[in-house]
Every structure is written in structure tokens, then in C-alpha cells.
């Protein structure tokens, strides 16, 4: 069993940043891919970006203003936010896949003012 545990949501001002964070913790895994995905209320769950060992992947909406990132050794993935817009708001999610199995962390809500 995965666990996967995100911090670093909050309240911000559009135009500003905050950086979001996504440990993933367990015995006898392999992690293939790292990402967050959003869902905003009454909408669908979306990717917003990804991170294997030798590329990414990111939403039109975010490129060129989020990075996503990765640091193996600790299996953590991180998603630096900038130019934050109310539109971004929303519950972030990490998920955390291997071959086999697929893990979804608990959601940090990320609130932007206008």
C-alpha cells in the first residue's frame, strides 16, 4: 500500500505563487509517474501536470506559469504555482502510479482572491 500526502494549498492573491508538495511513502514499490490533477467544484477532475523519469506533461491552462518536479531519492513531487489566477482555484491532488497500482493523495484546497 501507497500512501500519498500533499501539503502546501492556501489562500493566495491572484498573481501570486505557492508551491505544493506530494510525498509518497511504502515498502517494495517502484513510483513510474508522479502528477497533480485539479477539480473545481461542479467540474471534472483534470490533469494539470506530470512527471516520469524523462519527461512532462502539462495543461494548456498551466504552461508557461506551473513547473512540476520531481526528486526520486525522496519520491516526492512538487508543483510550483506562479501567476496564480481565480481560475486555478481549486482541490489539488497528487497521484502516484507504478506498473500496477495507482494512488490518489487526499486533495489541498488552493484558494485564489481576485
Known amino acids: 500500500q501507497v500512501q500519498v500526502v500533499e501539503s502546501g494549498g492556501g489562500l493566495v492573491q491572484a498573481g501570486g505563487s505557492l508551491r505544493l508538495s506530494c510525498a509518497a511513502s511504502?515498502?517494495?514499490?517502484?513510483?513510474?509517474?508522479m502528477g497533480w490533477y485539479r477539480q473545481a467544484p461542479g467540474e471534472q477532475r483534470e490533469l494539470v501536470a506530470e512527471i516520469t523519469t524523462s519527461s512532462t506533461i502539462y495543461a494548456d491552462s498551466v504552461k508557461g506559469r506551473f513547473t512540476i518536479s520531481r526528486d526520486n531519492a525522496k519520491n516526492t513531487v512538487y508543483l510550483q504555482m506562479n501567476s496564480l489566477k481565480p481560475e486555478d482555484q481549486a482541490v489539488y491532488y497528487c497521484n502516484v502510479r507504478g506498473w500496477t497500482w495507482d494512488s490518489w493523495g487526499q486533495g489541498t484546497q488552493v484558494t485564489v482572491s481576485s
Open positions: 511504502g515498502s517494495s514499490y517502484s513510483v513510474k509517474v
